[in-house]
């Protein structure tokens, strides 16, 4: 049967900047609401993502092994994502992309780009996309929809972007948010940005982005003692706004979109680990890259 589909978040008027707790790599399965398929068979699972009508389908019992199945089976021209499965939790989450989640990751990537060529620094920038990607001692994968980070890396040593982008149809936001804390926290930290983009499928035109990083937090390392010690903890930043300013403008316009608390600026340091330098700086999308991606989000029918 077809997953529950994920509720419609609250109000987009909730404060700028907010932090949660980052939690080890597992997932539960209560946070997505309950499960739609046992796992059986890989091929058991194909079939039943070809014949889904929703975007996102939760599978229960999946361990290891049967994880390494179904990367085999799904082959490498699958039009769904393995988004993330924890092994604690034995819980896969796959995501089959429309076309309008496609379009609103890819096209904010490609303004991000943009603005790395302007400075000259296209070589220095390396793509992962939707590369599936492992956490360390057990705790999962999970394959973001856009990302990157500096080329000049050694993959064997820090396979991880600086930046990740995951979007959302009928995800809800709480749970990008619970996928944006797995970056954080199986990467190690190496991961320093990641941008959520949640589409709204009862309000058409409408996109919320929030920019997410890390920042120390203070805390006591015991009850009877002074001493204090450092930890990380996602901070969302930013919480911008794209949405149609009337509901009879054309959708293809970009001035029919209003947007709300841009511009969307993007550390150059978080992004290439390191000081810029002349004629470098942070990467700013403005107001009308931001209309632009509504209007490139909107002329989409289905």
Known sequence: MDPIPALRQGSTTSSDIESVDTNPTTISAASYGPATIK????????????????????????????????EQARGERSKFRLKNFSPAQRLLIIVIPTFRHERSHSKLYDFIKGEIKDMDLEDDWGNCNSTTLRAGHGGG?????????????DDNIHPWPTLV???????????????????????????????????????????????????????????????????????????????????????????????????????????????PRQGEGDVILRDHHLQRLGASVGRIRQ
């Open 39 to 70: 796992f059986t068979t890989a091929q058991a699972l194909l079939r039943a993502v070809r014949q889904s009508s929703s975007d996102v389908i939760y599978v229960e019992d999946v361990s290891t092994e049967d994880f390494a199945k179904i």
């Open 141 to 153: 994968a999970s394959e973001g929809d856009s990302g990157g980070g500096p080329s000049e890396r």
């Open 165 to 275: 982008i995951e979007a959302g149809y009928s995800q809800s936001l709480n749970a990008l948010r619970r996928q944006m804390r797995w970056w954080f926290s199986a990467s190690q930290h190496q991961v320093k940005i990641v941008l959520l983009v949640k589409l709204d499928p009862l309000v058409p035109g409408t996109i919320i982005i929030e920019h997410w990083k890390e920042f120390p937090r203070e805390e006591r390392t015991g009850a009877t003692t002074t001493r204090f010690g450092a930890r990380l903890e996602p901070v969302n930043t930013q919480r911008i706004t794209i949405q149609k300013t009337l509901p009879s403008t054309n959708p293809r316009d970009p001035l029919s979109y209003g947007v709300t608390r841009g511009p969307l600026r993007l550390s150059f340091m978080d992004l290439f680990l390191r000081a």
